[in-house]
């Protein structure tokens, strides 16, 4: 009987074994980079780090700032992006990057990315006062509804993101969930695989799908007084002369025109009369979607630079 046992405990570890490194070798996971609280309480990564996508067709890199893709050769004339999964791209190779196609729109400046997903507004907000010290002389900051409601703890209250409380006015850092779970399962590639054919519940993730569904108005006018407390609070206590928000197609007017009232810089993406931006199995943007997505925001900041 005890070597039965034995039997089946070195089959099982054989099995392990074979299923990690082919789990490895096809890169069914997409790697998924470490991340942690900075100082100023910004969720990044670990600087340095490197992997592939799922299918393996490409690697991401994180730089030696914590954030995704290159760092640019030179930070003069500096033009700054920040924003959520979308700008943060993991799906597509460095060159179908936002800095990479700005760069070729308009070569005569530099471009900087930091982007994380689930960031918020009002965590885009914090990222770009550290990113002040680089001195950009503009700031692109892109947004949409799902990005400023989970922005509000009173509509949806989130740990593992920063958000305002708008009843005392106050930021609420966020704070990772199961960060030694996490690394446990993204460490082992078998696991994290396992995982994701059959997930259980790691805690309050953020909620990448709701920000990608066209919101009802019905929610803005249930909370449009909390959106004006959150957008006044952005004006009043950020450098916003620098700033311009980039909004998703398809954002809700009402909220955009809160920003325009108030003398925020706004850009609303248009996708029409175009083929699709996105994949045929996801959301985001592919490398064609990102091209005309520069395109439209190149225009409007060539515009904004001609004096």
């Not at 046992?5 to 490895?24: N, Y």
């Not at 900087?112 to 700031?139: H, Y």
């Not at 569904?213 to 006044?232: A, D, Q, Y």
Request: charged share 25%; with cysteine; aromatic share 10%.
């Amino acid at each position: 009987m005890k070597k039965f046992f034995q039997k089946i405990a070195l089959f099982l570890l054989l099995t392990i074994c074979v299923g990690e490194i082919a789990v490895r070798i096809t890169h069914v996971n997409a790697d998924i980079p470490q991340r942690i609280i900075d100082a100023d309480g910004i969720q990044k990564y670990y600087p340095n780090q490197e992997g592939y996508w799922k299918g393996g067709d490409h690697k991401w890199i994180i730089n030696s700032m914590g954030w995704p893709g290159e760092l640019p050769k030179s930070y003069d004339n500096l033009i700054s992006i920040i924003g959520d999964s979308y700008i943060e791209n993991f799906m597509n190779p460095n060159e179908c990057h936002q800095s990479s196609y700005l760069k070729k729109q308009m070569p005569n400046y530099n471009f900087f990315e930091a982007a994380r997903s689930g960031v918020t507004l009002i965590e885009s907000m914090e990222i770009s006062k550290q990113i002040d010290s680089l001195k950009p002389i503009l700031t692109v900051i892109h947004t949409g509804d799902g990005d400023i409601y989970e922005s509000i703890k009173e509509i949806i209250s989130l740990t593992d993101i920063t958000q305002l409380n708008t009843n005392k006015e106050i930021i609420v850092q966020g704070k990772m969930k199961s960060p030694g779970l996490k690394k446990v399962l993204y460490s082992c590639k078998l696991l994290y695989y396992l995982y994701n054919r059959f997930p259980i519940n790691l805690g309050n993730e953020t909620k990448e799908d709701s920000k990608n569904i066209k919101v009802e108005s019905s929610k803005f006018e249930t909370n449009e007084t909390k959106v004006r407390i959150l957008i006044n609070y952005i004006k009043n206590n950020y450098n916003i002369d620098d700033k311009i928000f980039v909004f998703k197609p398809n954002s809700d007017k009402n909220i955009i025109n809160i920003f325009k009232s108030l003398g925020l810089k706004t850009i609303l993406l248009n996708p029409s009369n175009d083929k699709s931006w996105s994949f045929d199995y996801d959301p985001h943007w592919t490398c064609y979607g990102h091209e005309r997505v520069a395109n439209q925001i190149s225009n409007k900041l060539k515009s904004s630079l001609i004096k």
